[in-house]
């Protein structure tokens, strides 16, 4: 199987690798030098093209499938639009209109798209109730990448990822040193969310479907980031019961806000202030029904090799 990732970033590579590794033949599409590189230094083929731009296109090989993973590099919702909504339309539209056209598109998206259901389970069939302008367009992308495949012959699939964390995007200061606001985490290693795209082109699984793309457990980030704590500044298990016998609190803490204190700042954007007040819990159900089985189940697993190296670089 020949797959086109389209902005081929930190889940692209990743997917890129592991579909080299199962014997198909991935291409990574970005426009810049150094991501080309990043491409090639994963060990498959770069080519360079931008998803705005119908003619660049033109330069990435017949595939039969592509993934839509361009990002609009965390600018605001203009800058959203012109990459999710006018690219992914460009894209499905340039390869559509080739003889060869490919078989299917899998466009990845974000849990963002729910907004708030004050800490309720979400899961495919929840309606979309976008809080932002940049989710709403999120919400709009995801409409194209189901509709428009249709008009050329082939299915669509909206993979829809929770946030994302792994190899240099665990983020660890954020948690350890606070203050930590209330709410939950939705998460996915980005080893899954690459491979979840993976086995659903590989076994041929939900054309036309939303799935989404996170592990097992959402987690409480007061929860979240006290674990985080415990388990990065104690080194052994016995360690941690020395620790807490010497005192009722147990390690050391990050500091914690309510919704309430933090939104007391003001030094939060609209878009801002909405976030913080958006709480949901998202199932993985279907994805597990699918039969996918899970790297990195939940946070405990996937935080193991940033943890190992916080204790190492502290005990130096």
């Given at each position: 199987?020949?797959?086109?990732?389209l902005g081929?970033?930190?889940?692209?590579?990743?997917l890129g690798?592991?579909?080299?590794?199962?014997d198909?033949?991935?291409i990574?599409?970005?426009?810049?030098?150094?991501?080309?590189e990043r491409?090639?230094?994963?060990?498959?083929?770069?080519?360079?093209?931008?998803?705005t731009?119908?003619?660049?296109?033109a330069?990435?090989?017949?595939v039969?499938?592509?993934v839509?993973?361009?990002s609009?590099?965390g600018?605001?919702a203009d800058a959203?639009?012109?990459?999710?909504?006018?690219g992914?339309?460009?894209?499905?539209?340039?390869f559509?209109?080739r003889e060869?056209?490919p078989?299917?598109?899998?466009?990845t998206s974000?849990?963002?798209?729910?907004?708030?259901?004050?800490?309720?389970?979400?899961?495919?069939?929840?309606?979309?109730?976008?809080?932002?302008?940049?989710?709403?367009?999120?919400?709009?992308?995801?409409?194209?990448?189901?509709?428009?495949?249709?008009?050329?012959?082939?299915?669509?699939?909206?993979?829809?990822y929770?946030g994302?964390?792994?190899?240099?995007?665990?983020?660890?200061?954020?948690?350890l040193?606070?203050?930590?606001?209330e709410?939950?985490?939705?998460?996915?290693?980005?080893?899954?969310?690459?491979g979840?795209?993976?086995?659903?082109l590989?076994?041929?699984?939900?054309?036309?479907?939303v799935?989404?793309?996170?592990?097992?457990?959402?987690?409480?980030?007061?929860?979240?980031?006290?674990?985080?704590?415990?388990?990065?500044?104690?080194?052994?298990a016995?360690?941690?019961?020395s620790?807490?016998?010497?005192?009722?609190?147990?390690?050391e803490?990050?500091?914690?806000?309510?919704?309430a204190?933090?939104?007391?700042?003001?030094?939060?954007?609209?878009?801002?202030?909405?976030r913080?007040l958006?709480?949901?819990?998202?199932?993985?159900?279907?994805?597990r029904?699918?039969?996918?089985?899970f790297?990195?189940?939940?946070f405990?697993?996937?935080?193991?090799?940033?943890?190992?190296?916080y204790?190492?670089?502290?005990?130096?």
């Open positions: 199987m020949k797959v086109a990732i081929c970033g930190h889940v692209g590579i990743e690798r592991q579909l080299a590794a199962r198909h033949d991935p990574g599409v970005r426009r810049s030098d150094d991501g080309l491409i090639r230094d994963a060990g498959f083929e770069a080519v360079r093209a931008d998803v731009d119908r003619e660049a296109l330069a990435v090989p017949a039969d499938a592509i839509f993973a361009a609009s590099g600018r605001g959203a639009r012109e990459v999710y909504v006018e992914l339309r460009t894209a499905i539209e340039a559509g209109e060869n056209a078989d299917r598109l899998v466009y974000s849990t963002g798209v729910h907004g708030d259901h004050d800490g309720d389970w979400v899961d495919e069939e929840t309606p979309l109730e976008p809080t932002t302008e940049k989710t709403e367009v999120l919400a709009e992308a995801e409409r194209i990448a189901l509709e428009l495949p249709a008009e050329y012959g082939f299915d669509g699939t909206v993979a829809r929770a994302l964390y792994g190899p240099g995007r665990y983020r660890l200061e954020r948690y040193e606070g203050p930590v606001t709410g939950y985490l939705n998460m996915v290693h980005r080893d899954d969310a690459a979840a795209v993976r086995y659903l590989a076994e041929d699984l939900a054309r036309g479907e799935v989404q793309v996170v592990d097992d457990e959402p987690a409480s980030k007061w929860d979240f980031a006290d674990w985080l704590a415990d388990e990065c500044r104690s080194q052994t016995s360690d941690r019961q620790e807490r016998e010497r005192s009722d609190d147990g390690v803490q990050p500091p914690k806000q309510t919704k204190e933090r939104l007391e700042d003001g030094d939060l954007s609209e878009a801002g202030r909405r913080i958006t709480s949901k819990r998202c199932s993985n159900e279907k994805l029904s699918l039969g996918y089985e790297a990195y189940p939940t405990r697993e996937g935080y193991r090799d940033a943890i190992e190296t204790r190492d670089a502290s005990a130096d």
